[in-house]
T-cell receptor, first 116, second 110 residues
Framework: NAGVTQTPKFQVLKTGQSMTLQCAQD?????MYWYRQDPGMGLRLIYY???????DKGEVPNGYNVSRLNKREFSLRLESAAPSQTSVYFC???????????????FGSGTQLSVL | DAKTTQPTSMDCAEGRAANLPCNHS???????VYWYRQIHSQGPQYIIH???NNETNEMASLIITEDRKSSTLILPHATLRDTAVYYC???????????FGPGTRLSVLP
């Protein structure tokens, strides 16, 4: 059981380049999330998808777009990368749809992104 | 949104119990307290959660005060592998997002 899988693990971009971070979960979870973590800080929510077909902005959505391709996959796209987007990106999933308080997050191993 | 306050860092001797406190004085009645930890640069890992009663699992124990304004995560016999950042989280009012603060950096010392 792989859980939450993120690709790539590392990426270096030049300013202005675009890329998509991929995330897939095999736990049949309804909700999926994208977080970023800057050095020495906690995680900040970028976007989330409470269920297939829906996406919503989190705390820091500017400069990002997401696609909930199907129940398994949730991708994060940087259209024009900026140095401020240098960070570690984590994808997560949870079993229950939004509105319920009793659920756990399962995280992927992260993507380390550097924008030069 | 309910907020949490945790000490920035703590040390614990290997083999001893590690007691990590968390204040959440604005928690509302239907919000759970969750604990996660993040070892080095890995993704955060779920540890335990609770509503009112004390909870125990194979990883840790969670003690929640009667007024629910604070809680303590207990690692009964800390090992070097328990060195990590520990996050205390209370779900937000819409039940949608987990808000991760800076957490407590626990160092287990030999």
């Amino acid at each position: 059981n792989a859980g939450v899988t993120q690709t790539p693990k590392f990426q270096v971009l030049k300013t202005g380049q675009s890329m998509t971070l991929q995330c897939a979960q095999d736990m049949n979870h309804n909700s999926m999330y994208w977080y970023r973590q800057d050095p020495g800080m906690g995680l900040r929510l970028i976007y989330y998808s409470a269920s297939e077909g829906t996406t919503d902005k989190g705390e820091v959505p500017n400069g990002y777009n997401v696609s909930r391709l199907n129940k398994r996959e949730f991708s994060l796209r940087l259209e024009s990368a900026a140095p401020s987007q240098t960070s570690v990106y984590f994808c997560a999933s949870s079993e229950q749809a939004g509105g319920l308080t009793n659920e756990k997050l399962f995280f992927g191993s992260g993507t380390q992104l550097s924008v030069l | 949104d309910a907020k949490t306050t945790q000490p920035t860092s703590m040390d614990c001797a290997e083999g001893r119990a590690a007691n990590l406190p968390c204040n959440h004085s604005t928690i509302s009645g239907n919000e759970y307290v969750y604990w996660y930890r993040q070892i080095h640069s890995q993704g955060p890992q779920y540890i335990i959660h609770g509503l009112k009663n004390n909870e125990t699992n194979e990883m840790a124990s969670l003690i929640i005060t009667e007024d629910r304004k604070s809680s303590t995560l207990i690692l009964p016999h800390a090992t070097l592998r328990d060195t990590a950042v520990y996050y205390c989280i209370v779900r937000d009012n819409y039940g949608q997002n987990f808000v991760f603060g800076p957490g407590t950096r626990l160092s287990v010392l030999p």
